[in-house]
């Protein structure tokens, strides 16, 4: 009759030597896990080996190295995340403790940087990383139905309202992450058509001047096809970047001729995702071809 008893193994990590305890017989590789052996010869059963004179089981090769990682599922090879290495001890009966190497997520995103630092997905993204500031190259022209910038226009002279120079980069209408609706005329609280900018002049061209060099990806711009007075989506978008001093990129260009820019329902407004090779940017530069009167009223960059 063999006794069994359940034995803590100390120092065992991941071996699983719960130790069943055997009675010292049957020399051979006869004896269980947990039984005790002799230092100097092998009489553990097949996938256990003798160690400190007892016998654990085989987990790994000695010494092997394997990736891990101790972060959330979803976020494993996410943005700058990154798997470590564990490694097996000499004997083979257990994980070396720690996961060596590994990049886990970030507290939150460092927009300093240009990759995905936390791990969701998306690096610097704009609602914790700032959009930017803005110039237009053509003065909007809405008459009394839009305002353009109003934020900026306070701080200059003192007025919401169509003022300041057009040169002068500053947050405003366009970032401030309130939409009009399909409607685009209609007051939401602060005049007709309040959140919109528009142009019937020219091929205007907004450049956004990141707060910090950064990746991007991704430009959302907030359009209207509302075809009412003259409002349509423009024909083509270009899209040019730079980062310093550098001369700017060649355009990309978003048009309605090949889809590359999605077609807006009549009567709507939407949000356009522009996407682009994944690039480190200081200035990114929009020029729109217009059809009629081009309205804007957001412009978001990831």
């Known amino acids: 009759m063999v006794a069994l008893g359940l ?16 009675n010292g017989s049957g020399l051979g590789g006869t004896l ?4 005790l052996c002799p230092q100097d010869m092998e009489t553990c059963v097949a996938g256990a080996t003798c160690v400190g004179g007892t016998c654990r089981e085989i987990v790994c090769t ?5 990736p891990c990682w101790e972060g ?3 976020q494993r090879g996410v943005g700058l995340c990154s798997d470590g290495t564990r490694r097996c001890d000499p004997t083979g009966t257990y994980w070396l403790e720690g996961c060596q190497g590994q990049r886990l997520p970030a507290a939150a995103e460092a927009c300093a940087t240009a990759g995905d630092d936390d791990c969701d997905g998306v690096a610097n993204p704009s609602d914790r990383c700032g959009t930017g500031v803005y110039a237009f190259s053509v003065a909007p022209g809405c008459g009394a139905w839009c305002y353009y ?25 366009l970032v401030d992450g309130k939409r009009g609706g399909n409607a685009w005329a209609q007051d939401h609280g602060f005049g007709p058509a309040h959140e919109w900018v528009g142009w019937i002049q020219g091929e205007p061209t907004i450049t956004l001047r990141m707060p910090r060099a950064r990746e991007v990806q991704r430009i959302t711009v907030g359009l209207s096809n509302a075809d009412q007075g003259g409002v349509t989506q423009p024909s083509v ?6 980062l310093g001093d550098e001369e700017w990129s060649a355009p990309t260009l978003f048009a309605l001729g090949d889809g590359s820019q999605p077609l807006i329902p009549i009567g709507e407004r939407d ?10 940017v200081s200035e990114l530069r929009l020029t729109f071809t217009r059809t009629g009167w081009l309205m804007i009223d957001e412009i978001e960059v990831d």
């Open 7 to 22: 034995v803590t193994g100390i120092g065992c990590h991941e071996s699983r030597d719960h130790v069943l305890r055997g």
């Open 32 to 35: 269980v896990i947990g039984a």
């Open 62 to 66: 000695p010494n092997q190295q394997s």
């Open 72 to 74: 959330e599922v979803g």
């Open 149 to 173: 910038d109003e934020a900026h226009n306070q701080t200059l002279v003192g007025s919401p309202f169509k003022a300041g120079p057009l040169g002068t980069f500053a947050a405003g209408q």
């Open 237 to 242: 978008i270009a899209v040019e970047t730079r």
């Open 271 to 280: 949000d356009l995702p522009l996407h682009l090779e994944p690039k480190v």
